[in-house]
């Protein structure tokens, strides 16, 4: 009898065991649960809670170097918002910023002496500009509604030398020279004196105008 009855109490101290264990892992993992439900709800209340962003305004920002030299500002001029950039001898030799009273977009580079080169873009297309160390407009590259374009100027500024047009599908290359005669081959627009009328010449076809813009000499 004894034995039998150590046996039982062996059996239900296991169980009771057992059944301890497993509310000790259901308490445990309700514990876990409640955690991360509360930890979901901290995410999401910080993820939505707006943020108060204040922005910083000023009419210029200048960048200066270790030696507390100018290298670098932001700033608005005539043609717009722009970054300038200076040498170490506060030369500007850069900028990048807007153009033609903020109607457009340009990045300009310059070299000693007054050499530049300027990309700018506008409504009508983007200008390849470029001037000599004298600081003299000399060559343009665009890209009008038009059509492209190549211009060489003359030194005095006085209109382009050698002009490569090609407008409305049509090739034209003027040469002219500093008295004012000019020389077009390839297709061009005539007016008759008499009817009004407008000729468009073929781009094999070459014409001499004078000074005063009178043909001297076409053919065919």
Known sequence: ???????????????????????????????????????MGQVKTRQVKPRTVRPVEAEQFVLKDIEGKKRAELLMEAGGPGLVLYDHEGNRIGRFGGVGEGNGAGLSLQGPGGSRVSLIFRQDGPHLLLFDTNGKFRTELGASAKGPYLFFNDPKEK???????????????????????????????????KTKEVQRTTAASLLLFGKEREIIWRTP
């Open 159 to 193: 209109g382009p030398r050698i002009a490569l047009i090609i407008e409305n599908d049509a090739p034209q290359l003027q040469i002219s020279d500093q008295e004012g005669f000019t020389a077009v081959l390839g297709s061009n627009s005539l007016v008759s004196t």
């Open 1 to 39: 009898m004894a034995s039998h009855e150590q046996q039982d109490l062996v059996t239900r101290l296991e169980r009771l065991e057992r059944e301890n264990r497993r509310l000790k892992q259901a308490g445990a993992l309700a514990v876990l649960l409640c955690c991360s439900v509360f930890l």
